[in-house]
Nanobody, 118 residues
Framework: QEQLVESGGGLVQPGGSLRLSCAASGSIFSISDMHWYRQAPGKARDLVAAIRRSGGTYYVDSVKGRFTISRDNAKNTVFLQMNNLKPEDTAVYYC????????????WGQGTLVTVSS
């Protein structure tokens, strides 16, 4: 019954912006820390940004100052605002919910593709 659905990916030029959304169904959102991961072709899935249910945030150094993670608890949605995009940001972006009860309880979205290219 728990499900995450990402949207907002697409093709953008370097320096452009995208806003990703992750909508949660079920009860997991309100009790979870939320994360955005990304996976580039041939690479491992890496953590990009995180937001605790209390609002505290984390960013990997490569996106700090360019990306902003936020959550709208009333809409059970987490966002990733991506500005000044670089070709190196090209990846499938995945939403993750972690209620803190162990890896088996984490929920993943299907991913949304972001391509940064001229």
């Amino acid at each position: 019954q728990e499900q995450l659905v990402e949207s907002g990916g697409g093709l953008v030029q370097p320096g452009g912006s995208l806003r990703l959304s992750c909508a949660a169904s079920g009860s997991i959102f309100s009790i979870s820390d939320m994360h955005w991961y990304r996976q580039a072709p041939g690479k491992a899935r890496d953590l990009v940004a995180a937001i605790r249910r209390s609002g505290g945030t984390y960013y990997v150094d490569s996106v700090k100052g360019r990306f902003t993670i936020s959550r709208d608890n009333a809409k059970n949605t987490v966002f990733l605002q991506m500005n000044n995009l670089k070709p190196e940001d090209t990846a499938v972006y995945y939403c993750n919910a972690d209620p803190g009860w162990g890896t088996r309880h984490e929920v993943w979205g299907q991913g949304t593709l972001v391509t940064v290219s001229s």
